[in-house]
């Protein structure tokens, strides 16, 4: 039974197909009978939830607030905005009728024809334009500014092609959506909620960011600028993990947001929105899971330290119960997460393999033998190595552990991130260098035309413009024109 849920495909064999049986046998998620659409399991919520909970706590340590609007949007709402519209109009879904009824031939139920709606309403790609509709009606002056406002939801685009995680027509997310007086105060808001980002992916997630700005062509609708933070995933292929966008003037003025300055003048408001996604889990995942399962690092691992007891009999099962019952105790004082598996259902063979394939970072394993001896045998998922260590002790250790394990993947991914990352000068090498996968720095003369056809013959993208990295203007390596500086270019998810 154990081999059974250890056996599926491994990442070099097909790593696409790897990573769609390890969402389903580490009981993270699994499809839904809406096409698109994906059931979220009771396991990987919980890991939904640790990133949601430390993430509103950095979101009101910057002075954020939660708030919640309305899911749907009318339609004439998405008009005012020209580039957003025609940005999201190929991903809505629309509501055109309020009422059902039963089909009087016998066909089951059908939309009422008396029931349609006299303005058809849009499940939100994003909410800027509810937002913004509303934030009318909050500001009129200087004093009602700044507005720092987020919102935890659900979003509806209508995906071709989906994957768990990933690319989903339903996802849930956060999306922050603030208020400004100046230019220079929205721009600075940002980039701070970008670098919010960044540090949790880094800190918390364990999975190193480039962090950049979006070409013109890579923008988000109806952004003045896009500022993004982009993970390399082990196979090569890049992901974008958040976004942060200054949106300048632009929805204040499609929905006529102005307020009285300080020199008792009118002005539109300035604006930013942000947000990242359960596409995070999928990061998580395919940075630094293997061939046996998911790696979780600990901060954001739902159970961080499991104990399973190996038995004979009631009698054995009590006394290693008894010993490990203020075990458990101390590292929950701690703050550490623990699960102690004494369930009769399970052969511990079963058990390991099941926790192994969960990612979870610390499994301690303690039989009559280690009783009498006074140890514990103790294990490492990212590594894999267990050792027989002094039961006295074991929670310094185990503290000292799981630092240690959540240290070593970050190390881990961003060495795996400096081997695929290499510079190119020419496009011919450019074109046999994608094929290996990994991030490529390349210079590019500024044209969306240029950027187009990289697109077009290569299937990568240019990711960012790099914050840090190589700003020695050189040629663009398709045109031989002027280049400013090197910028990252991958496929992506």
Same mark, same amino acid.
């Given at each position: 039974?154990?081999?059974?849920? +250890?056996?599926?495909?491994? @990442?070099s064999?097909?790593y ?43 979101? +009101? ?20 905005e ?21 089909d009087?031939?016998? *066909?089951g ?14 499940? @939100?790609?994003? %909410? ?12 009129? !002056? ?18 071709? &092609?989906?994957?768990?995680?990933? @690319? ?7 999306e ?18 970008l ?12 999975? =190193? ?6 070409? =013109?062509n ?25 976004? !942060? ?16 300055n ?9 604006a ?36 399973v =007891? ?10 290693? %119960?008894?010993?490990?019952? =203020? ?9 550490? %997460? ?9 052969r ?15 499994? $301690?394993?303690?039989g009559? &033998? ?31 552990? $799981? ?10 991914? $961003?060495?795996? &991130? ?7 000068? %020419? ?18 003369? *500024? ?5 187009? +056809?990289?697109k ?38």
């Amino acid at each position: 039974m154990a081999k059974e849920l +250890k056996n599926f495909t491994k @990442r070099s064999d097909n790593y696409s197909q790897w990573y769609n049986e390890l969402v389903v046998k580490a009981d993270l998620a699994e499809q839904s009978a809406v096409r698109g659409c994906m059931v979220i399991k009771p396991y990987g919520y919980a890991i939904w939830e640790k990133m949601q909970r430390q993430l509103d706590d950095m979101f +009101k340590e910057t002075g954020h607030q939660n708030a919640y609007f309305p899911l749907l949007i009318p339609k004439s709402f998405l008009s005012r905005e020209a580039e957003h519209v025609e940005g999201f109009a190929k991903e809505c879904a629309v509501v055109t009728h309020h009422r059902l009824k039963n089909d009087p031939n016998g *066909g089951g139920v059908v939309v009422d024809p008396e029931a349609r709606l006299e303005e058809e309403l849009i499940i @939100r790609p994003t %909410s800027e334009t509810i937002i913004w509709n509303t934030y009318k009606n909050w500001i009129t !002056s200087y004093r009602d500014l700044p507005i720092l406002v987020n919102q935890w939801a659900n979003v509806m685009r209508w995906e071709m &092609r989906t994957r768990m995680f990933l @690319r989903t027509a339903e996802f849930l997310w956060q999306e922050g959506h603030t208020a400004h007086a100046t230019k220079e105060e929205a721009e600075a808001e940002a980039i701070k909620m970008l670098n919010v980002y960044s540090d949790f992916a880094e800190k918390f997630m364990a999975v =190193p960011v480039v962090k950049g700005v979006k070409s =013109p062509n890579e923008r988000f609708a109806g952004a003045l600028d896009t500022y993004t933070i982009e993970a390399m995933m082990q196979d090569g292929k890049a992901l974008q993990s958040g976004t !942060s966008h200054f949106l300048g003037q632009n929805f204040a003025k499609a929905f006529d947001v102005t307020f009285m300055n300080k020199d008792n003048k009118p002005e539109y408001v300035w604006a930013t929105s942000w947000g990242v996604s359960t596409r995070l889990m999928g990061a998580l995942i395919m940075t630094h899971s293997d061939d046996n399962g998911l790696v979780l690092p600990p901060k954001l691992a739902p159970i961080q330290v499991v104990i399973v =007891p190996i038995y004979k009999n009631e009698e054995g099962l009590k006394a290693i %119960s008894e010993k490990v019952e =203020p075990l458990v105790k101390e590292l929950r004082a701690k703050g550490i %997460s623990v699960k102690y598996d004494d369930a009769d259902n399970r052969r511990p063979g079963f058990k390991f393999a099941d926790y192994e394939i969960k990612g979870v970072p610390v499994r $301690l394993a303690i039989g009559q &033998r280690d009783l009498e001896e006074g140890t514990v045998e103790i294990m490492r998922r990212d590594t894999l190595e267990k050792e027989t260590v002094k039961f006295d002790g074991i929670v310094a250790e185990v503290e000292r552990l $799981l630092e240690d394990i959540q240290n070593n993947l970050f190390t881990k991914a $961003l060495k795996m &991130r400096e081997s695929k990352t290499v510079t190119v000068d %020419s496009y011919e090498e450019f074109k046999e260098k994608i094929e290996d996968g990994g991030f490529i720095l390349a210079h590019w003369d *500024g044209t969306p035309e240029t950027e187009e +056809k990289i697109k077009e013959e290569t299937k990568a993208t240019i990711r960012c413009i790099p914050f840090d990295g190589d700003k020695t203007p050189g040629v663009c390596m398709v045109t031989g024109k002027p280049s400013a500086q090197r910028v990252v270019f991958a496929r992506s998810y």
